[in-house]
């Protein structure tokens, strides 16, 4: 399952997610430390791992 980066609104901790994509398009995050879903997602860079040799 992705993995989405996100900041609690009420509590200001940030965390990693694990979401469905059903999930991420209903806005559904909720802060693992408070339990709000007053939630802001973060946007960062990723890699992506093959296992293909370029």
Same mark, same amino acid.
């Given at each position: ?13 940030? +965390?990693?997610v694990?979401?469905?994509? $059903? ?6 995050? $909720?802060?693992?430390?408070?339990? +709000? *879903?007053? *939630?802001?997602?973060?946007? *960062? +860079?990723?890699?992506?791992? *093959?296992?293909?040799? +370029?």
């Amino acid at each position: 399952m992705p993995m989405y980066d996100y900041k609690c609104l009420d509590c200001g901790k940030e +965390s990693l997610v694990v979401l469905t994509l $059903k999930e991420h398009e209903a806005g559904i995050a $909720k802060c693992p430390a408070c339990n +709000s *879903t007053n *939630t802001k997602q973060l946007y *960062t +860079s990723f890699i992506a791992h *093959t296992t293909k040799k +370029s």
